[in-house]
């Protein structure tokens, strides 16, 4: 089945601790995407790529690191610099410019919590 | 990306219809509808999007105004499983990534 696969499912973290939130996409899709949501509300972006070795920033990208260095991968780094890190983590792909309205779809999220 | 307005929940009988509603009075020309549910501590799931035309596929209906002000989403034969917060979102292909969800819809169905 062609999805998006998100891991780990939770993740906890020390403070000072860099972690890294792994997503993998098997949909051909050319863009990726990185939201955060916090309790009782929407989703915020962090960071998201339209191509290999292309990205940008979201509008909270401050304590987050990405790399595109494969097509079906897109892996997010909290940093310590993120001073609340604290959220449900979930990742998204589309088409992207060759198909720019088609929707995007979710993995099933990473929950990180500070010790 | 032009606002949308849901109601803060809703409740629906098991088997019966589900029809929720969305304002999106400022929609502009080139602006999709797209609906999403997402079930407690999960990603949200795509159900259906539109342009300006009634859509349907295996999960639900779309049914979008003339004038493109409101569109409702129905789920004919609405589960226990349907049960979710539903968010409509309307966005333009030109948009470089940001699908901006609101509060949704809290969909209750009931026994």
């Known amino acids: 089945d062609g999805g998006i696969t998100q891991s780990p499912k939770y993740l906890f973290r020390k403070e000072g601790q860099n972690v890294t939130l792994s997503c993998e996409q098997n949909l051909n899709h050319d863009a990726m995407y990185w939201y955060r949501q916090d309790p009782g509300q929407g989703l915020r972006l962090i960071y998201y790529?339209?191509?290999?070795?292309?990205?940008q920033k979201g509008d909270i990208a401050e304590g987050y690191s990405v790399s595109r260095e494969k097509k079906e991968s897109f892996p997010l780094t909290v940093t310590s610099a993120q001073k609340n890190p604290t959220a449900f983590y979930l990742c998204?792909?589309?088409?992207?410019?060759?198909?720019?309205?088609?929707?995007?779809?979710f993995g099933d999220g990473t929950r990180l919590s500070i010790l | 990306d032009a606002k949308t307005t849901q109601p803060t929940s809703m409740d629906c009988a098991e088997g019966r219809a589900a029809n929720l509603p969305c304002n999106h009075s400022t929609i502009s020309g080139n602006e999709y509808v797209y609906w999403y549910r997402q079930i407690h501590s999960q990603g949200p799931q795509y159900i259906i999007h539109g342009l300006k035309n009634n859509e349907t596929n295996e999960m639900a209906s779309l049914i979008i105004t003339e004038d493109r002000k409101s569109s409702t989403l129905i789920l004919p034969h609405a589960t226990l499983r349907d049960t979710a917060v539903y968010y409509c979102?309307?966005?333009?292909?030109?948009?470089?990534?940001?699908?901006?969800f609101g509060k949704g819809t809290k969909l209750s169905v009931k026994p």
């Open positions: 790529s339209q191509i290999v070795n292309d990205f």
């Open positions: 979102i309307v966005r333009s292909g030109g948009s470089q990534g940001n699908l901006i």
């Open positions: 998204a792909s589309s088409m992207g410019h060759s198909r720019p309205y088609q929707p995007q779809h």
